[in-house]
Each structure stands twice: as structure tokens, then as C-alpha cells.
């Protein structure tokens, strides 16, 4: 109940119209205050004004007004800045520290309100909402993308910002492993984080004149060239791993961190990681040429690299396969720059106050075009118009942080359709109320 009444008070959706103190004083709430999720007061910095005298304070809302002394405020200098006590229960007069009275307010949640946020919380679909989504106004669903989509990059910056931490501020290193673990591109991500993790950039730049060595470090760093092989290449790739092994002090991982199976030829990890050979065989340091890019065609063109000769006739070191170039496809290259490009720009932008940097990656985001999945589709199939990666972004955040976690009342559609007196029937004995 007490989460209810903190909703109703934020976003004013109570109906009593006026509101009356337990006293028989009108007020009138000019502003309910900034919610805090901190330890203190619920809202601070709230205004009503009574009697035409405008107060200025905290407010505490509680289930029962007899909570107040159960969580011992009535003790706490922390809440002698409390104006109004706002309660659904008038069980108990509060008071200060000092003895002082302080007015207080029963509030209760409109039926409707309880009505809505039942058929959004309680129903057993993964998006609850989505057949009535293509109702909200395209302005507010604007608004909200454009919200959802900063979020999800501050996100993403936050990770980054916990790698510079690690790695001394060198964006370069973190910017090998941010792109490594994408080239994991979701099944072999975490594998292909700790792969980069074990093995700096620097051992792979001291050996960058030779292809043989770069692949060597990298699959021999996986652990892929433990085996028995008569592949000439294969046995090279061993003897070069032997030799980088001991003069770097490395230790490898093991191979069944790497998942093949189920997964399509070309999305196999031994071709990823020699798409990766070939990009760092190509470029030093390449954060650095990114930041001085100006195009997306110019940044795609870092990754349009192929393999050596040996992987035109694999896709593994146990499968061969008919001749041909294998370079990254376009789709791959997109959600490389959407998964690394992008926030890194904005990272790089937030963190040394260089906004023209965050700009960057907004309209990379704006050149890349929407992205195809499960999420992407099930919005669009509901009537949501999506332009570019930043709208699919925008989608995705929201499925994970919002529909996933059932965090309706802190989206802005879920707070739309609470607020409407239509919405269908929830009825089911078999669960609880959200109050309860």
C-alpha cells in the first residue's frame, strides 16, 4: 500500500479535491517534492500552501500514521523538517522530536489507479502493455525513446568507466577489450571479455609484423591449439604459441569456455578471432584513429578486413571448407559500432567534457539502421515505428530495465495507461493485489 500512495502522491493522481488535513485544514500541494531513494525523508523539497502561507519542507508517507513512531522519526532529527505526514491509515497523531504536532493527510489510491496497475504488474505476459501500446501519443513514446535511449549509454558508459578504473585510464586497452567481447557477439561474449582480459594489447601489438604470431597469441590464448594436428599452419601457430607463451608469462584458457555448437558456420569463435588478428594486423591503436573519423563509412572501413590466406578454405581448425574471402558481414559491422563505437564516443565525450564526441555517437546511432531481433520485431508487430539503431536501442532498453523486471510504474507508457479509467478488467484469485 505504501508504495501506492508514494506513486499517487508523486504523480498526483489523487482525486479528493480539496485535500483536507486529519485537523479539517485545506492545503493545497504546489509541489509534492523530489523523491528520495536515499535513507531520510520520502520527498524532500516539497511546497503547500495552507491558509495561504506556503510551506516549504519534507513530506513521509506511510501505510498506517502509527508507522511513523514503529521506524522511530519521532527521534530522528532527520525528520523535524517533515510538513505533512501523509498516511492511508489515520491510527496515530505524529509528532517532531521537539513534541510539535505535524499536520497530516489520509490519501487514498483511486480505484482505478489500483484497478490499472493490477492488469499491468499481475498479468502473465512478458510485455504487458503491448496490445495498447500503438495508443499512447507519438509525442509522449518520443519523448520516452529518447529517455530509454540515454539510459541505456549511460549504461553502457558506467562499465566503461568501471574498466578505465582497472586499466589506468588507457582507452585504447579498454576500447581491445570492449571490442573483443563484442566480437563474442552474445553466446561466446563473456569468453572472448576474458580472453582479452588475459592477454594486453601491448603482447599483441609488439608482434604485429607477423601474422602468424598475432593469430598464434590469440587462438593459442583461447586454448585452441592444445590438440594434435597435422595441419602445417596449425603446428606453426603451436610453435609460435610455445614461444609467446613463456616470453609473456601467459596462461590459457580453456577451449570449452568458447561455444561451437548450434551456432552457424560463420559465427563460429576461431573465425571471430582471426576477424580480430586481422584488424589489430591492420591497425596500432585503433580508439585512437576512430576518434579522428568523421564518417560511418570511415569507421566501418577499420573492420572491413579479411582473414589470412588459411581461413578462406576454414571456418575451424577441424572443418575446411570451400575457398572464399570471408570478410565481417554487414550486420556484424553495424552491432560492433552500436556495441562499441558508439558508447565509447560517448564515454570518451562524457568523461573529458567533450559533448561534440557524445554528438558523435547520437548520430552514428542515427546512420546505423534498425536493428533485427526478437525485441525489435515484437515492438514494431504492435505498431511502434522505429527509424535507426538509436529507436531499436531505445526498444531494447526497454524490454530489459522496464517490461523484464516489471517496473511498470516507472515507465512512462505504464504511467499513461494507469493514469486512464479504461483499461481491461485484471481478474484472477490466484494472485495478490500489488498493495498487499
Known amino acids: 500500500m505504501e508504495r501506492l500512495l508514494h506513486y499517487v502522491w508523486k504523480y498526483r493522481l489523487y482525486t479528493t479535491t480539496p485535500l483536507v488535513t486529519t485537523d479539517g485544514t485545506v492545503i493545497q500541494v504546489l509541489d509534492p517534492g523530489i523523491h528520495n531513494t536515499n535513507a531520510g525523508p520520502d520527498f524532500f523539497n516539497a511546497k503547500i500552501k495552507v491558509s495561504g502561507t506556503v510551506w516549504a519542507g519534507s513530506v513521509e508517507i506511510h501505510d498506517k500514521a502509527s508507522d511513523w513512531f514503529l521506524h522511530k ?23 517532531r522530536e521537539n513534541g510539535e504536532l505535524i499536520p497530516q493527510l489520509v490519501l487514498s489510491v483511486p480505484q482505478n489507479i489500483r484497478s490499472n496497475i493490477d492488469w499491468l504488474l499481475l498479468r502473465e505476459t512478458p510485455i504487458s502493455c503491448l496490445s495498447m501500446i ?15 535511449l540515454s539510459e541505456r549509454l549511460e549504461r553502457k558508459t558506467n562499465d566503461i568507466d568501471s574498466l578505465l578504473a582497472q586499466y589506468n ?5 579498454v576500447f581491445y577489450i570492449t571490442l573483443t567481447r563484442n566480437f563474442g557477439f552474445g553466446v561466446n561474449s563473456d569468453a572472448f571479455e576474458w580472453l582479452a582480459k588475459s592477454l594486453p594489447l601491448r603482447y599483441i ?40 607463451r613463456h616470453k609473456f608469462d601467459l596462461k590459457p584458457l580453456d577451449e570449452s569456455l568458447f561455444r561451437s555448437l548450434r551456432i552457424r558456420p560463420f559465427n563460429f569463435p576461431h573465425l571471430k578471432l582471426a576477424h580480430l588478428a586481422a584488424i589489430w594486423l591492420q591497425q596500432d591503436t585503433l580508439f585512437s584513429a576512430i576518434l579522428e573519423a ?3 563509412g570511415e569507421i566501418k572501413n577499420f573492420f572491413r578486413v579479411l582473414p589470412s590466406e588459411y581461413w578462406e578454405t576454414h571456418y575451424h581448425f577441424r572443418y575446411a571448407s570451400v575457398k572464399k574471402e570471408k570478410p565481417i558481414g554487414e550486420n556484424a559491422l553495424n552491432i560492433l559500432l552500436i556495441n562499441t563505437v558508439v558508447p565509447m564516443l560517448f564515454a570518451y565525450g562524457q568523461r573529458n567534457r567533450f559533448p561534440e564526441y557524445c554528438e558523435r555517437s547520437m548520430r552514428l546511432l542515427e546512420s546505423i539502421p534498425a536493428e533485427r531481433n526478437s525485441i525489435v520485431s515484437t515492438f514494431t508487430n504492435a505498431g511502434i515505428m522505429v527509424r535507426n539503431a538509436g529507436d531499436t536501442q531505445a526498444l531494447i532498453q526497454l ?17 499513461r495507461l494507469i493514469k486512464r479509467s479504461n483499461l481491461p478488467i485484471f481478474a484472477s484469485s490466484n494472485k495478490q493485489r500489488i498493495d498487499e
Open 399 to 415: 524490454k530489459r530495465e522496464y517490461c523484464e523486471k516489471k517496473k511498470c510504474l516507472y515507465c512512462r507508457i505504464g504511467f
Open 73 to 95: 522519526h519521532n527521534t530522528d532529527k532527520a525528520y523535524n523538517s517533515i510538513i505533512l505526514h501523509v498516511t492511508g491509515c489515520d491510527d496515530a497523531a505524529v509528532y
Open 205 to 244: 601489438q609488439k608482434q604485429r609484423g607477423s601474422t602468424s604470431q598475432v593469430e598464434a597469441l590469440l587462438f593459442g590464448q583461447a586454448g585452441m591449439l592444445e590438440e594434435e594436428h597435422e595441419c602445417h599452419y596449425y603446428r606453426l601457430l603451436q610453435r609460435e604459441y610455445q614461444f609467446l
Open 134 to 148: 500503438k495508443e499512447i501519443e507519438p509525442l509522449h513514446l518520443s519523448g520516452w525513446m529518447g529517455a530509454l
Open 169 to 173: 585510464n588507457d582507452w585504447n586497452e
Open 294 to 296: 568523421r564518417t560511418t
